[in-house]
Structures are given as structure tokens and as C-alpha cells.
């Protein structure tokens, strides 16, 4: 069976709201002095490892010019180093400091506080099955959905060409 229209327009609403609901409980009472958006790029990078900056913004979905601005701020902040790419030397990797490890920690552990708090009056079985749910549903918009073959081409050919 599949999903009605409306419900995936009310999960598509949903999943908006909640994203801005949490991104703003997460915010809340932070005291790491960095803004959001400097937090995601240290997240995303130690997630990624060392990369060309080009990278970075694929996986941030952002252009390389915002990257670029961010990445000076984390670079003068200490929490983002440069190093040289040992494949190409014209080209560069950022990657995580040691303070910028710290940080994001530090920030990881309150972030976990207060949803710890948040979710006081949850039972294990319910943050459970919402932990399952949300894994599921980022599997499900992760995982790109199979091609529908074009009328008239035989799809069963490489590419769904005809002879």
C-alpha cells in the first residue's frame, strides 16, 4: 500500500517545522559563541574528514563562495586548519583542528542535554521508535528513488534504449 498525497504533504510540513523547531532548541542557551551555520560546517567536516573545499560544499549543499567565508572564520578561529592536498599541491584540505574537535564535543554534549531534558517525560520505547522512525526516514530521502521508464523505450536495454 502506498502513502496518500496528503499525508506526504503534512510530512513534508512536519518535517520542515521540525527542523526549525530543533535547530532552534539546539540553538538555545548555547555558549559556544560560533553560529549555526559554523557549527554544521564543523559537524559536516568531522563527519567527511579532510577534503578540498569544493567537496565540503557538495556535502553542505552550499556554494564554494559561502563555504569560503565560513572556512577563513573557522581558520581564524583556530577550529578549521589548511594543509597542502598531498595528490595536488596547487590545491588545499581543510580539516578539523584539535580546539575545533573540542568544540564541537563540548557541543555535541550539550546538544544531548538538552535533549535529554527535552525528553524527560518520554518513555525508552517511545524515543526509541521515534529514533527508528527518523533513521528511517533519512534512509528512505537518502537513497535516490529507481527511475520510471520513459514510454516507448524498452527498459530492460543499458540506459532504457531501444535496439
Given amino acids: 500500500m502506498t502513502v496518500r498525497t496528503a499525508t506526504a504533504e503534512d ?13 532552534n532548541v539546539l540553538v538555545a542557551g548555547s555558549d559556544d559563541g560560533l553560529p ?15 577534503c578540498r573545499q569544493n567537496e565540503l560544499a557538495n556535502h553542505l549543499c552550499v556554494s564554494q563562495s559561502s563555504l569560503s567565508r565560513q572556512i577563513a572564520d573557522l581558520v581564524d578561529a583556530g577550529f578549521v586548519e589548511r594543509r597542502p592536498d598531498p595528490v595536488d599541491g596547487r590545491a588545499s584540505l581543510v580539516q ?11 557541543n555535541k554534549e550539550d546538544r544531548a542535554d538538552r535533549l535529554h531534558d527535552l ?5 525508552q520505547d517511545e524515543a526509541d521508535a521515534a529514533l527508528a522512525s527518523l ?6 530521502f537518502s537513497t535516490p528513488p529507481a527511475r520510471k521508464p520513459v514510454a516507448g523505450t524498452n527498459s530492460h536495454l543499458p540506459g532504457g534504449h531501444r535496439p
Fill in 96 to 106: 578539523l583542528s584539535e580546539s575545533g574537535a573540542e568544540l564541537l564535543n563540548k
Fill in 119 to 123: 525528553l524527560a517525560g518520554w518513555s
Fill in 11 to 23: 510530512l513534508v510540513e512536519e518535517v520542515f517545522l521540525f527542523g526549525r523547531v530543533l535547530r
Fill in 36 to 50: 549555526p551555520a559554523l557549527l554544521g560546517v564543523l559537524h559536516v567536516l568531522v563527519t567527511v574528514g579532510p
Fill in 135 to 140: 533513521r528511517h526516514l533519512k534512509n528512505t
